[in-house]
Nanobody
Framework: QVQLVESGGGLVQPGGSLRLSCAAS????????MAWYRQAPGKERELVGA???????DYSDSVKGRFTISRDNAKNTVYLQMNSLKPEDTAVYYC?????????WGQGTQVTVSS
């Protein structure tokens, strides 16, 4: 049973930064591509960005240039560095594989961007 546990969310002012972490219960090298997703109130879950086993990254247009995904294979952890945060980044953030595995969704971590 794979468990993915997200952490690091919180309340931040517009323009601020946060770093999210996703700890996996198994080797992320065995998983392959990892991704961050988010779901804002009243909206569908969307892909924020992803990183392959080899370290290649891609991002949604809405976060490109502001967010950075990284992975520490030794710690089985994936990170999401979020800079220049905007109110529209407010959402619950989740990590999962890419494509997402239905049984891997965790509780997510809430990010609220507000003054």
């Amino acid at each position: 049973q794979v468990q993915l546990v997200e952490s690091g969310g919180g309340l931040v002012q517009p323009g601020g930064s946060l770093r999210l972490s996703c700890a996996a219960s198994i080797s992320i090298l065995s998983i392959g591509s990892m991704a961050w997703y988010r779901q804002a109130p009243g909206k569908e879950r969307e892909l924020v960005g992803a990183i392959t086993r080899g370290g290649s990254r891609d991002y949604s247009d809405s976060v490109k240039g502001r967010f950075t995904i990284s992975r520490d294979n030794a710690k089985n952890t994936v990170y999401l560095q979020m800079n220049s945060l905007k109110p529209e980044d407010t959402a619950v953030y989740y990590c999962n594989t890419r494509p997402a595995a239905k049984g891997y969704w965790g509780q997510g971590t809430q990010v609220t961007v507000s003054s």
